[in-house]
Structure formats: C-alpha cells, structure tokens
T-cell receptor, first 114, second 111 residues
Framework: SAVISQKPSRDICQRGTSLTIQCQVD?????MFWYRQQPGQSLTLIAT?????????ESGFVIDKFPISRPNLTFSTLTVSNMSPEDSSIYLC???????????FGSGTRLTVV | DAKTTQPPSMDCAEGRAANLPCNHS???????VYWYRQIHSQGPQYIIH?????ETNEMASLIITEDRKSSTLILPHATLRDTAVYYC????????????WGAGTKLIIKP
C-alpha cells in the first residue's frame, strides 16, 4: 500500500497566521483527499485534489480559507489561512488504494491555534 | 452513502474475540461495507471491506448478513494494541464516492 509522509506532525500557531501542511506519497496517485478532525469528532472531508486541476471543496469549506496545491502526482499541500482557535484540529491527507488496501492516511497534523 | 449505526463503545478482554456490530439497513446494492480503525493520535487504518460474502484477512473477519442490513467485524484474538475507534462505512466502490465517517465504536481492550 502507499506510504504517506505528512508534515508537520503538530504545530502551535498564533491566530491570524497561516500554516501549510505537506503530504508526500511514495507512489503516483490520481486523487488526494484532505480531512479535518475536530477534537473528539469524526473525520470530515475538506476537499479532493486532482493533479492539474483545481481542488473540489465540500460544503462548508472554501478555497480562500483552505487553499490546496497539487503540483504533481505524489505531492499536495493544504494551507489553513487566517487561523482562529476554531481551526484547532487534526488535519489528515489520504489517498485511494481501494484496489486492495482501501484508503491510506497520513499520520495527521495536530494544529493548535492560540 | 447509506448511514451506518454503531454502538459508541465496547469493552473486550485481551485474548478474546472482539465482535463489533454495525447496522446499515438502507445500504444500496452497489455499496460496500468498509471498516477502518483509528488508534489514538494516528491516521485511520483500513481493515477490511466486503459486498455480500464474508471476508477474512490477516487483521480481521467481516460477516455480512444475507439481507446486507448489518455486519460484524471480528478481531479473533484481541490485544491491547487493538484499542481504537472502529468505523463502519457503507459506500460505493471508486474514488468518486467519498467516505462518510460516523462516530464509530470506541473499543477498549482490557488486560
């Protein structure tokens, strides 16, 4: 199955600033997915990122707040912009390995906004 | 995607079989049953999936009822490392269909 390297693993940020999260996959994948997991909650899909096209955002998430880049088939970034304490969450990237292994997830970025 | 219902928490003794139920009474014919788990502070991990037949792999077994309205994930010999939140998801095959994550079942394995 694919191996995902996600960084940073955690960060504490000041409100009003931005943080960029990186995901590197060890194989080429068509689609990458970004999730948010708020404290004590389940996962919510933020957006789907295809290489060479703009990301598709789910209801409640907008590009200005969560810009995504997908420059090639092995890499993607998610930026959390103009952060507030409500953005404190775990952010996860994922790729589809449904052929055999289902989706593979990165280890997550634990973000705390103060 | 069909909605799934799971008990919020379960306990199981170490070394025993852990049986985690899931109801998916509105599942469609093209929807698979997927199981994932999330160990604390880690990303979710795929466990197993099935459509109609029972499935087994090195991690677990999946038993799906004949009417496909419910299923059970079986961890045959639970260890302390199996303590996690287990998610049951019903979704069609393919990347075009997103997974809808419910609250899952918090499984606690006790020594």
């Amino acid at each position: 199955s694919a191996v995902i390297s996600q960084k940073p693993s955690r960060d504490i940020c000041q409100r009003g600033t931005s943080l960029t999260i990186q995901c590197q996959v060890d194989s080429q994948v068509t689609m990458m997915f970004w999730y948010r997991q708020q404290p004590g909650q389940s996962l919510t899909l933020i957006a789907t990122a295809n290489q060479g096209s703009e990301a598709t955002y789910e209801s409640g998430f907008v590009i200005d707040k969560f810009p995504i880049s997908r420059p090639n088939l092995t890499f993607s970034t998610l930026t959390v912009s103009n952060m507030s304490p409500e953005d404190s969450s775990i952010y996860l990237c994922s790729v589809d390995g449904r052929g055999v292994e289902g989706y593979t997830f990165g280890s997550g970025t634990r973000l705390t906004v103060v | 995607d069909a909605k799934t219902t799971q008990p919020p928490s379960m306990d199981c003794a170490e070394g025993r079989a852990a049986n985690l139920p899931c109801n998916h009474s509105t599942i469609s014919g093209n929807e698979y049953v997927y199981w994932y788990r999330q160990i604390h502070s880690q990303g979710p991990q795929y466990i197993i999936h099935g459509l109609k037949n029972n499935e087994t792999n090195e991690m677990a077994s999946l038993i799906i009822t004949e009417d496909r309205k419910s299923s059970t994930l079986i961890l045959p010999h639970a260890t302390l490392r199996d303590t996690a939140v287990y998610y049951c998801i019903a979704a069609p095959w393919g990347s075009n269909y997103q997974l809808i994550w419910g609250a899952g079942t918090k499984l606690i394995i006790k020594p």
